[in-house]
């Protein structure tokens, strides 16, 4: 099994390697704009958010997979995890606010031992939407996950999941040897039980990522050939392909430099920044919580160890809706990704 | 003047064409990009048409910038080496078709 760049202990785990990374080199020799020079022109430095819609929850760095592109760096190995208390914390913020939406992320977020806790407990509160962010094999991964279509459906889950091309070799690249087949089998479940299905509220959403140092396509001319090809292929169904850029954070930014891709691929993302793009970076309407309860503004952040602002609150014990929507949100080059062409958030592109 | 005559940096600095011409090279980047946008063939299919066209005229270029592309437009690896692969038919095929040009001189000149 791969190992997580933090148990290969690279050097690239470390944030501040990482974070000198994206302020050195081009952006340092002034060779490209930083982030905050670009906006600056646009009126929105300081980056400020709007209303907060999403509560976005990463339950833990551990997954069953090792995708290579991933900007969590999630494997098998990572044993960061989110406890019940840190859960209830979460439970009791959306219990006192509007907020609409919780946004269940990890790694492999169903496997965290108190995950279906928190969906039920969620549900009792009376949350208006949860999004599970599911990678489809942790369903076939073992016995006990096999049910996990039921318990979405009864909780009334919106799916959201990563498969990043409709054919078997792109997709086992990037995220393993035999994933492909084993996400069409999840995705049969999902579909034999309702989700994705005309007819039915169950929701059930793909994500497309790129397969390497390019920008992803027309969202919706892919989501077009997703749909004819899955299917026409698998005889599978599902409701909206979101399309993500690569952010140049943690497994993909260490592709990106050991391919010596790093430089074009930046060079690109700049050359594709879309000022239309900034008003709808998913910061602005989201929070990012981390396994032990800190806030950031968004799960890149989270990942570079940029905690939103001090003054803000950081942990949510400290929780102050007011304080985090004056805040002024932390932004590097990574930030870049989500303002290239058509933008990109977790809900896909955004202009 | 720089020591070979391509550079890869250059792909990058194409709309600088309009420096020296700018009303022409704003009618050539109009036209070009509506001939991308999705008509009648699919946006895929057109980059797949470019990068074909791009290995017949043999310009670096162009093939670096259009296999960016088809992969960004969802293209398969086996789909770009075919649109390769109709280039060299087209290629090979426009030869030996004049095979047969060769074929009645022959019949001609011979007894
Ligand atoms: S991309 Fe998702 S499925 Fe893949 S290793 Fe990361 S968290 Fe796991
Ligand atoms: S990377 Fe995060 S902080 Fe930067 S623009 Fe994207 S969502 Fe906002």
């Known amino acids: 099994m791969i190992k997580s760049l933090k148990a290969q202990h690279h050097n690239l785990s470390d944030t501040t390697t990482q974070l000198k990374i994206l302020s050195n080199g081009i952006f340092g020799e002034g060779r490209l704009p930083t982030f905050r020079k670009k906006i600056e022109p646009l009126n929105e430095f300081p980056l400020k958010p709007a209303e907060i819609e999403i509560f976005q929850v990463n339950v833990g760095y551990m997954c069953n997979q090792v995708c290579k592109h991933c900007h969590v760096d999630a494997g098998p190995d990572r044993k960061e995890i989110m406890t019940r208390e840190t859960m209830q914390l979460c439970l009791d913020i959306m219990k006192n606010s509007n907020i609409l939406t919780l946004d269940l992320t990890g790694g492999a977020p169903e496997m965290n031992p108190d995950f279906r806790w928190f969906v039920e407990e969620a549900n009792k509160i009376g949350v208006q939407e949860i999004i599970v962010r599911s990678n489809l094999t942790i369903i076939l991964a073992n016995p006990k996950y096999y049910d996990l279509p039921q318990f979405f459906r009864k909780n009334n889950v919106r799916v959201v999941s990563s498969l990043p091309f409709y054919q078997p070799d792109k997709t086992d690249r990037q995220r393993g040897e035999g994933v492909f087949a084993k996400s069409i089998e999840a995705l049969n479940m999902l579909n034999k039980i309702g989700y994705g299905m005309p007819g039915t509220d169950l929701t059930l959403d793909l994500v497309y990522n790129p397969g390497g140092a390019f920008l992803p396509g027309n969202q919706a001319e892919l989501e077009r050939d997703f749909k004819k090809e899955l299917k026409g292929h698998y005889g599978i169904e599902f409701n909206s392909l979101f399309t993500i850029t690569n952010l140049p954070i943690s497994r993909f930014l260490e592709f990106l430099i050991r391919t010596e891709n790093y430089e074009e691929y930046m060079e690109k993302l700049v050359a594709s920044f879309n000022p239309a793009a900034v008003k709808g970076v998913m910061c602005r309407n989201t929070i990012s919580v981390d396994y032990d309860g800190y806030m950031y503004d968004c799960d890149f952040n989270q990942m570079l160890g940029l905690k939103v602002e001090k003054t803000a609150g950081q942990h949510i014990r400290d929780f102050d809706l007011k304080k985090l929507e004056n805040r002024n949100i932390v932004i590097s080059q990574h930030c870049y990704g989500c303002t290239a062409g058509a933008g990109s958030s977790c809900q896909g592109t955004v202009a | ?111």
């Open chain 2, 1 to 111: 003047m720089q020591k070979t005559y391509y550079d890869p940096a250059d792909l990058k600095k194409f709309g600088d064409v309009a420096e020296f011409q700018p009303e022409l090279a704003k009618k050539f980047f109009d036209y070009y990009g509506d001939v991308f946008k999705e008509g009648a063939l699919t946006a895929r299919e057109k980059s797949l048409i470019a990068l074909a066209v791009s290995h017949a005229i043999q310009c670096p270029y162009c093939i670096d910038a259009y296999t960016s592309d088809s992969l960004e437009k969802g293209a398969t690896e086996q789909q770009m080496m075919e649109a390769v692969h109709v280039t060299t038919a087209i290629r090979g095929g426009a030869s030996l078709v004049h095979g047969v040009q060769m074929m009645n001189k022959v019949k001609k000149l011979s007894m």
